[in-house]
């Protein structure tokens, strides 16, 4: 069974940095891409960034150049990197996982093992 954990949210001042970590157990699809989100309250979940498992990186433009994905050798772990964070950056941020290779990175309805996610305050 495949399941994802996410690490390393938190309280953090305006212009401060976070790293997420997503760590993957029981996933065998090394090809299959990888992906955050992110749902603001009273906000539907919107693409943050995402690996398509072959050699592709894609940000949102809100947080592009601000961001930073990575994957660990293994594959077994993902990061997101954020700095210069926003209050707009607040949000219970999710990493996600695609079942089978190919698919859009960016399409949320793609991806189909989720994350209880991690809680990202950025405070003014």
């Known amino acids: 069974q495949v399941q994802l954990v996410e690490f390393g949210g938190g309280l953090v001042q305006a212009g401060g940095s976070l790293r997420l970590s997503c760590v993957v157990s029981?996933?065998?699809?090394?090809?299959?891409?990888m992906g955050w989100f992110r749902q603001a309250p009273g906000e539907e979940r919107e693409f943050v960034a995402a690996?398509?498992?072959?050699?592709?990186?894609v940000f949102a433009g809100s947080v592009n150049g601000r961001f930073t994905f990575s994957r660990g050798n293994a594959e077994n772990t993902v990061w997101l990197q954020m700095a210069s964070l926003k209050p707009e950056d607040t949000a219970v941020y999710y990493c996600a996982a695609q079942s089978v290779p190919g698919l859009s990175a960016t399409d949320i309805s793609s991806y189909y093992y989720w994350g209880q996610g991690t809680q990202v305050t950025v405070s003014s």
């Open positions: 690996h398509d498992g072959d050699e592709l990186t």
């Open positions: 029981g996933r065998t699809c090394s090809r299959c891409g």
